[in-house]
């Protein structure tokens, strides 16, 4: 089904299940236990050997030998396969890291060997006993040292392949000298990790030449493109299951070491193996968010009307690396005739760079949205009407080019009056409770809606089930009850009667979890196979595919009434089908946006800072689950809470590993942590985005979200904290004068 027309009025529309908050139809199995996730499918395999996996113990050189003599004789001990013992595997497409083979060393905890065993415990104890001879070379480690050689990074994700380095529109530096109101702030982000629940696993199986992976991965079809190549397979000589997954915010976009380990390990073995990378490994050996150092500059008249914007930044990476595009999103989020925006990347010699939930979005709002906050102070003006002052209904970059739907206005609208905003106090560090300095701060967020190609097959068995197969996965979304919530719209049936099928690379080809793309794309590609299957189910029938009408479980044309089991009499009917994209999306620019709203108390004697209360009001066209997309803001709003206050993953500078390399060094955000959290979603159907007129949810709610906490934090202290997170020591000094108040 091509969409290159705006979506007419469709069964979606009826919200008779769709729209609805049904309760995710998964959620009894994960509870009970039921729902196996990578590691645990006993099910799938016998009598499974465990394999461990040995990461480098230096950043950077070369493995000049490695002695496994004594690791071979240990107990339990089936095969030790080393790095030693392979030419590098390919590189996944879209990755910077080599996972295995060769003698070279990129990055700390690079794979250098697999021990399978027995038994779990004696997989680990045979890997300390390899003897690896490393030569180390000198390493760069540190992002500021390296910006001196930093290399532009063009926008091509938004630009095309012919993006320029920096991406002008007039004359910046003549606006910012002209401007009657200036700003010119500074504002660092830390490394982060995704620091998801379940690590990476896998079991891998060979059956003579052909290979099936149960593993935690976000994109099966990136996946069954990408490990057949690392192993020098056919794709039809492998199978990727990937039915339930336990958090992976990007880190499982891409096959990571586990997978590849495991198959040969499997291989080596002669049996099926499970392996896990321990939580050590995930945080250097796995992907994170790289550092970023932000330079934002604004120029506006004595108003408040921004004339000119230049938001500049650096990230680094692996040389082969992209970089972590902080400015993309300024680009569109407010009104300036004069803009100057690109990114530069360092290389880097840390462990790979690539993308986190929000990426790009995350930290580049962390420093507009507080410039934009500094902005609002200098000029006199509150920051949500500084904000409504520049919105703008078309792409500043292409003024022909107007948003499909924008309603950025009415979030802030909406927000400031259920968040009480008019309450705020202008001037900093007035209110006070007690020993603590209370505040409030708004921040607006963007996250584009991104279509992708997405497919599924849809069977009305000769018992009267719907069966829906795609292999489209579900990281903890809802993904299961939103397909589910799709069919049965379209059928004409409640979600209880659709049985949902995921994450398996024998079904249709799906956009795969990422990006915020999941949910539009997946169902509105089971919206094109449900059409397919109700013509299917017309022509059995003898009615007019135009005429037909599917409720409660039947099939009506005109004054003919039909049970819907009666068209699968003859035999199950199947319709499957793929969603495919025109250029509407380059036509309009298709967003979604955000206004979060935060209340921070910051103990005035000892710095400590407490989140009250927050609010998130999203425009992300219709609303597919109420549930489910109020859950995935909140967890965006979560981790912008950690963003903001405590996650860091702080670097060995001599080393070049990241130190906090555990859940019990990096530091998220708990239950303790979080207080009332509110959500709204408004209702703008987006017609121009998919047929489901929905533009996706997951990642909005980390945008803006941790700038929103900043500027409550400045709000309550009058101190301004730009390098991110705001721990103790970057304002305690200052706080005791303000006890004394």
């Known amino acids: 089904m091509l969409f290159d027309q705006p979506a007419a009025g469709n069964p979606i529309d009826n919200g008779t299940v769709v729209g609805r908050p049904v309760l995710r139809i998964d959620g009894p199995l994960k509870v009970s236990g039921a729902a196996r996730y990578a590691f645990e499918r006993n099910d799938a395999v016998t009598n499974p050997a465990y394999g461990f996996v040995l990461g480098a ?32 595997l390919s590189r996944a497409d879209l990755s910077a890291a080599m996972l295995f083979g060769g003698d070279m060393i990129e990055h700390y905890h690079q794979a250098i060997a697999v021990v399978v065993a027995e038994t779990f415990e004696q997989a680990r104890a045979a890997s300390r006993l390899l003897k690896v001879d490393y030569e180390r070379e000198d390493g760069r480690f540190v992002l500021a040292a390296e910006a001196g050689n930093a290399k532009p990074a063009p926008d091509r994700e938004n630009g095309g392949p012919d993006a320029p380095d920096v991406d002008r529109v007039g004359d910046f530096e003549a606006a910012f000298q002209q401007a009657a109101v200036t700003i010119d702030s500074t504002y660092t982000t830390p490394h982060e990790s995704h620091a998801q629940m379940e690590p990476h696993a896998t079991v891998a199986a060979w059956e003579g030449d052909r290979l099936t992976v149960w593993t ?12 057949p190549r690392a192993l020098s397979m056919g794709q039809d000589k492998v199978r990727v299951v990937s039915p339930y997954i336990g958090g992976g915010f990007g880190a499982k976009l891409f096959i990571r070491s586990d997978v590849v380990l495991a198959a040969l390990a499997a291989k080596a073995a002669g049996r099926p193996v499970k392996l896990a990378l321990q939580r050590a490994l995930i945080f250097n050996n796995g992907t994170h968010r790289s550092a970023t150092i932000q330079r934002v500059r604004l120029a506006a008249r004595a108003d408040g009307v921004l004339t000119g914007i230049s938001h500049r930044g650096l990230s680094g990476n692996l040389p082969l690396g992209g970089a972590e595009m902080a400015t993309s999103q300024t680009k569109i989020l407010y009104a300036a005739p004069n803009r100057e925006i690109g990114m530069t990347l360092a290389a880097m010699d840390l462990p790979e760079s690539n993308f986190m939930r929000a990426p790009g979005e995350a930290p580049g709002l962390m420093a507009l949205e507080v410039a934009m906050d500094e902005m609002a102070e200098k000029l006199g003006m509150d920051p949500v009407e500084f904000r409504v002052l520049n919105d703008t209904r078309v792409d500043p970059h292409n003024p022909s080019r107007p948003f499909s739907e924008r309603h950025l206005v009415e979030c802030l609208r909406t927000g400031a009056a259920r968040f009480g905003w008019s309450a705020r106090r202008s001037r900093p560090g007035e209110r006070r409770e007690g020993r603590w300095l209370v505040g409030m701060g708004v921040a607006s967020g963007i996250r584009n809606a991104i279509a992708m190609r997405s497919g599924a097959r849809v069977r009305l068995e000769a018992s009267g089930g719907l069966i829906v197969e795609t292999d489209m996965t579900d990281i903890g979304t809802g993904t299961y009850t939103i397909v589910a919530q799709t069919a049965a719209e379209m059928l004409g049936l409640t979600a209880a009667e659709v049985e949902v099928r995921l994450g398996d690379s024998n079904f249709p080809r799906a956009a795969g979890s990422g990006g915020q793309w999941g949910a539009a794309n997946a169902t509105s590609g089971v919206f094109a196979a449900c059409v397919a299957l109700r013509d299917a189910i017309a022509d059995r029938l003898g009615f007019p595919r135009d005429r037909c009408e599917f409720i409660g479980g039947t099939v009506r044309s005109g004054n003919e009434v039909v049970p819907l089991q009666e068209a699968a009499r003859g035999g199950g009917l199947t319709g499957e089908d793929s969603i495919e994209f025109g250029d509407l999306e380059k036509r309009y620019q298709q967003s979604t946006f955000a206004a979060q709203f935060a209340e921070v108390g910051v103990d005035a004697f000892t710095g400590e800072v407490r ?30 809470l950690g963003a903001a206050l405590i996650e860091e993953l702080a670097v060995d500078p001599r080393r070049g590993f990241f130190v906090n390399h555990d859940m019990a060094g990096y530091e998220v955000p708990v239950h ?12 703008h159907p987006d017609a121009l985005a998919s047929p489901m007129k929905a533009k996706g949810i997951g990642e909005l709610g980390l945008c803006g979200a941790a700038p929103a906490i900043a500027n409550a934090v400045y709000n309550a202290t009058g101190l301004r904290v730009r390098d991110y997170p705001i721990t103790l020591e970057k304002h305690l000094h200052a706080l005791p004068a303000l006890a004394l108040l």
Request: proline residues 5%; contains cysteine.
């Open 57 to 88: 113990g230096v950043a950077k050189g070369r493995v000049r030998a490695i002695d496994a003599a004594a690791t071979r004789a240990a107990p339990g001990v089936l095969a030790v396969v080393t790095t030693l013992d392979h030419a590098p």
């Open 216 to 227: 935690a991965n976000q994109m099966v079809n990136w996946a069954i493109r990408d490990l």
């Open 611 to 640: 989140l009250r209360r927050m609010l998130c009001v999203c425009d992300v066209g219709r609303i597919l689950n109420p549930a489910t997309a109020r859950s995935q803001v909140i967890g965006g709003m979560t981790m912008g």
């Open 672 to 683: 303790a942590d979080i207080p009332h959290l509110d959500v709204v979603l408004l209702d």
